[in-house]
């Protein structure tokens, strides 16, 4: 199946800077999916992209998707305490439900206070 | 309510033994899952099942059964527990491609 990288592993922020994280692929992705887990917790879904160049932006948030559909990014501006957690982007292969959701490594944001 | 509950939470036993954990959703989702998430955070799928049908078998050893008795449950049972078992298994179910809701997670680990 497609794999997806994700860069950087950790990352720990002041309160207040911003954060991006990376997701790569050496192969064109359909789609590309970000989940949050807090700690101790479980992932929960953030966003969706499917059109090449595709930018979404929720709150303090933002969701990139490559021209040529093999990156994405997600940036956090002015990170917040609530923002700690990792950070997994997904790619979906195959076009049903019961489809293969395939995960990067994650990255984990610390953010002191 | 919660829409997918599994259970249960946290499980210690020791290398050897047979264990279940159990997952139920309402959510009305045809799709569900396990995956499994090790120490270092890495989530790796490990079923999916759509409508009790056992779609995706990632290489996973013959010790761990799941089994769907309706497309709202879809429970995991483990034979021969070792000490690699020992991680955070979720229950997952999906409608929508790409689009998964998790269970807390049921947190096992093996003596």
């Known amino acids: 199946g497609q794999q997806v990288m994700?860069?950087?592993?950790?990352?720990?922020v002041q309160e207040g800077e911003d954060f991006t994280t990376y997701c790569n692929?050496?192969?064109?992705?359909s789609n590309i999916q970000w989940y949050k887990q807090r700690p101790g917790g479980h992932p929960v879904f953030l966003i969706q992209l499917v059109k090449s160049g595709e930018v979404k932006k929720q709150k303090r948030l933002t969701f990139q998707f490559g021209e040529a559909k093999k990156n994405s990014s997600l940036h956090i501006t002015a990170t917040q305490t609530t923002d700690v957690g990792t950070y997994f982007c997904a790619h979906y292969a195959g076009g049903t439900s019961y489809g293969k959701l395939t995960f990067g490594q994650g990255t984990i944001l610390t953010v002191h206070p | 309510d919660?829409?997918?509950?599994?259970?249960?939470?946290?499980?210690?036993?020791?290398?050897?033994n047979d264990k279940s954990i159990k997952c139920e959703q309402n959510l009305g989702h045809?799709?569900?899952y396990w995956y499994k998430q090790d120490s270092k955070k890495f989530l790796k799928i490990m079923f999916s099942y759509n409508n009790k049908e056992l779609i995706i078998n990632e290489t996973v050893p013959n010790r761990f059964s799941p089994k769907s008795p309706d497309k709202a449950h879809?429970?995991?049972h483990i034979n021969s527990l070792e000490l690699g078992d020992s991680a955070v298994y979720f229950c997952a179910?999906?409608?929508t491609p790409g689009i998964i809701y998790f269970g807390e997670g049921s947190w096992l680990t093996v003596v």
């Open chain 1, 6 to 12: 994700q860069i950087p592993q950790y990352q720990h």
């Open chain 1, 25 to 29: 692929s050496s192969t064109t992705l």
């Open chain 2, 2 to 16: 919660t829409a997918v509950s599994q259970t249960p939470k946290y499980l210690v036993t020791q290398m050897g």
């Open chain 2, 30 to 32: 045809d799709t569900m």
């Open chain 2, 74 to 76: 879809l429970n995991l």
């Open chain 2, 93 to 95: 179910s999906s409608q």
